[in-house]
Structure formats: structure tokens, C-alpha cells
């Protein structure tokens, strides 16, 4: 089990790097590049509608990321999330800068990734309304290692130790280290596409 001294170290370093506006990294940070402003004749003339109608056509699965707290319980919906590297072990999941979530989270030093099944898209929509009490009536258990909730009925769950966290655009990337992990031996999942729920259908 990791040394919970060594996640309030770790989270201490991620919320200073946030606090300072910067590209906050808990290792390793690789040379920034200067930051300024955007002038509006800079922009991309990419309407924002149309960037997620036509990212919208990338299918993806769909989690939930949580983190135990001194506040109680944390998580949110999270769609961008993906594995980053096999040795070491490394995942990475994307959170809106503006998110209420993410600040306890980073507090915490560690998340649960919870790898949503077909039949929890009523789950996902109460994790992803802001300022609800999303644990309510949500069964859960503590991940082994660092004690994040572990959603009951997840085909998947990923427990994480923050590593790193990086600025990109309006979102933030955090990369975490898998400290433990399982799965179901079967279970579908759950896929989002152009905005609505789906499952997956094998040929």
C-alpha cells in the first residue's frame, strides 16, 4: 500500500502548481513555452459548434472519476480518458479547468477511474450535473489502495496515484499512476456518440 504521507505530499505539489496559474507537473516538468494572451485575429476560425459536432462522430466509452476526500466523496462524468503508458503503468483523463470537481480531486492526490457498463447511463447523468450530491444512493467501496470510491456495478476500475498534470487550452490533462486495478469477466460497455448513450454490438 503507497505511503498516504507520499499522496499528501504529491497533492500539496498539484494544487501550488494550479495555484500558480502554471503548467503544474508533480515530475519531471518538460520546458514551457511562453504564455500570453490570445488576440481574437490569433484565433482559429473553427466555430466551437462545429468542433464538437464533428468530434462528436469519435465513439468512446465512458467513466466515472472519483477521489475520497476530507469533504466526502468526489467525482465527476468523464469521457476523455485513456491509457498512456505500460511501463510504468500510466493512465490520463481530461477536466475542464472551470470544473468544481477537479480542486478536491487534486487535493486528494489519487482517483479511481470507474469504467461505466451499458446499463448505467442514469449513473453518468448524475455525475455529470454540477453541484448535486452525486453520491446519493450510489453504492460504493473503497478503492484498495487509495481509498477512492469504487462504484458498485463497474465492469472496470482503475485505482491512480497523480503523477502529473498539464495545461492544455481550457482543460487540464492529468496523468496518474495505476496502483491497482480490476475487472468483471464480462460486461458491456458503456459508448457515447453524438451526444447520446449506446452499446456495443459485435459483428
Excluded: Y
Amino acid at each position: 500500500m503507497l505511503d498516504m504521507m507520499g499522496h499528501a505530499g504529491m497533492a500539496a505539489t498539484v494544487v501550488r502548481h494550479l495555484r500558480a496559474a502554471g503548467a503544474p507537473t508533480a515530475a519531471d516538468p518538460l520546458p514551457r513555452p511562453p504564455l500570453r494572451a490570445v488576440r481574437e485575429d490569433e484565433r482559429a476560425p473553427v466555430d466551437p459548434a462545429e468542433f464538437r459536432r464533428v468530434l462528436g462522430h469519435f465513439a468512446s466509452g465512458v467513466t466515472i472519476v472519483t477521489a475520497a476526500g476530507a469533504e466526502g466523496p468526489a467525482g465527476f462524468a468523464c469521457q476523455s480518458f485513456a491509457s498512456l503508458s505500460l511501463d510504468p503503468p500510466l493512465v490520463a483523463f481530461m477536466v475542464a479547468r472551470t470544473s468544481t470537481t477537479w480542486p478536491r480531486i487534486a487535493a486528494a492526490g489519487t482517483f479511481c477511474v470507474n469504467v461505466l457498463g451499458a446499463a448505467q447511463g442514469e449513473l453518468c447523468r448524475g455525475f455529470a450535473v454540477s453541484g448535486a450530491d452525486k453520491f446519493a444512493g450510489v453504492e460504493w467501496s473503497p478503492a484498495p489502495v487509495t481509498g477512492a470510491p469504487r462504484l458498485a456495478g463497474a465492469p472496470a476500475w482503475i485505482d491512480c496515484a497523480i503523477t502529473a498534470v498539464h495545461t492544455g487550452g481550457d482543460h487540464l490533462i492529468v496523468v496518474g499512476r495505476v496502483e491497482a486495478l480490476g475487472a468483471a469477466e464480462e460486461g458491456e460497455p458503456l459508448l457515447f456518440h453524438r451526444g447520446r448513450f449506446g452499446r456495443f454490438s459485435g459483428a
